[in-house]
């Protein structure tokens, strides 16, 4: 049964989230003490103390950290993490390898890294510079995609009683046009809007109504509505 199949599927994901959940609850301090550490012989003395956290759980945690810090730009901790976390998926991947719990891997995969085998440590290096370049890409992916959260939030706050976007409209507006709503005269408005083709004067006048760069209601004001503060 397909259903049934994809039902299971999606329980089988929700379970994985909260289980990391749980675990990352438990265990934030530790992972994060653990991230810190920059000599092998501190790690390695740390998970031994702390064996449960050689998991994907933590190596999961540790990527979503690197990528808070790419975004927060701190650079020097970044480098720290992005270490740490390539150290765990190392023991992880040779615990698969070698088909054994993850756990017992700690003293064979630091045996070998601090032996410093010219091509395990190419290998290692590797994949930590690519590791920082993907966490680098998914962090400006981030950040890129904020800034149009927050741009689409602030175009919404801006949508005038029309429901057009004074700043929209203000750029299409012949220059004359502009010069007025700039200065707020009133009557060089006038003046302008009289000087236009009058189906070219209602059409402009309707998008500054509906934008909300003229106010009707408060012609005996200014009636103009400064366009880069609404």
């Not at 390539?86 to 003293?107: G, H, N, T, W, Y």
Request: charged share 35%; hydrophobic share 35%.
């Amino acid at each position: 049964n397909k259903a049934a199949g994809e039902s299971k599927k999606q329980e089988s994901e929700e379970d994985t989230v909260e289980k990391m959940q749980q675990f990352v609850e438990k265990n934030e301090k530790l992972i994060k003490k653990y991230g810190m550490f920059s000599k092998p012989d501190d790690t390695e003395a740390f998970l031994l103390e702390n064996t449960h956290l050689v998991c994907e759980e933590t190596a999961n945690h540790l990527v979503i950290w690197c990528i808070d810090l790419a975004v927060e730009e701190k650079t020097n901790l970044l480098n720290h993490v992005t270490h740490q976390t390539i150290v765990m998926q190392f023991m992880l991947e040779l615990a698969k390898s070698l088909k054994i719990d993850p756990r017992s891997c700690i003293r064979p995969f630091f045996a070998k890294f601090k032996a410093q085998e010219p091509e395990y440590m190419r290998a290692f290096n590797e994949e930590l510079d690519a590791f920082r370049d993907r966490v680098k890409k998914r962090a400006e992916v981030r950040i890129q995609e904020a800034m149009e959260k927050y741009e689409a939030e602030e175009r919404q706050k801006r949508l005038g009683p029309g429901g057009l976007d004074p700043v929209e409209v203000f750029e299409t507006l012949p220059k004359a046009l502009q010069d007025c709503f700039e200065s707020k005269d009133i009557e060089l408005l006038k003046k302008t809007i009289s000087s236009m083709n009058p189906k070219d004067a209602e059409y402009y006048m309707k998008q500054c109504v509906d934008s909300g760069l003229w106010v009707p209601e408060k012609e005996s004001a200014t009636g103009l509505v400064d366009e880069e503060t609404e």
